[in-house]
């Protein structure tokens, strides 16, 4: 009898970015490049965290910090009273282009200043990802 060995695989990770301008959030999905993640683009933060509590599951999810209807630290505190202690709870990198915001701000899991450049993304999204993208 011969044995079958099946690849078993990690399904891609997937990533979340919020972020009210259109053209950033996109501009971020395309800094991935080839990685083997899925992407999905959220502009509206309420929308965001409505697919988290509906159960949407994300790895990783990247939120700007500044937005008008919602704020990344709203957003921030929603998906972590949604999780609690939780070892599901995504890691979370707030964006931000003011670093004073980032004084009185909890800052999540990790911050990136825009304009970031795709090398300090990639970066930061492999070290708190570990093997998971490439």
């Not at 670093?99 to 800052?107: I, K, Q, S, V, Y």
């Amino acid at each position: 009898m011969t044995a079958v060995l099946r690849s078993h695989t990690l399904p891609a990770p997937r990533i979340l970015v919020i972020d009210d301008d259109r053209l950033v959030a996109q501009a971020v999905r395309r800094m991935f490049g080839t990685w083997n993640v899925v992407i999905e683009v959220e502009t509206d933060p309420f929308r965001a965290v409505e697919r988290i509590r509906a159960g949407e599951s994300f790895d990783l999810i990247m939120c700007d910090l500044k937005m008008p209807a919602m704020s990344g630290q709203e957003v921030l505190a929603s998906i972590r009273a949604h999780f609690g202690t939780r070892a599901d709870r995504p890691s979370v990198i707030l964006m931000s282009g003011s670093d004073e915001l980032l004084h009185a701000a909890d800052t999540g899991d990790a911050v990136l200043m825009k304009p970031f450049l795709v090398g300090e993304l990639r970066a930061l999204v492999s070290h708190m990802m570990g093997n998971r993208v490439s």
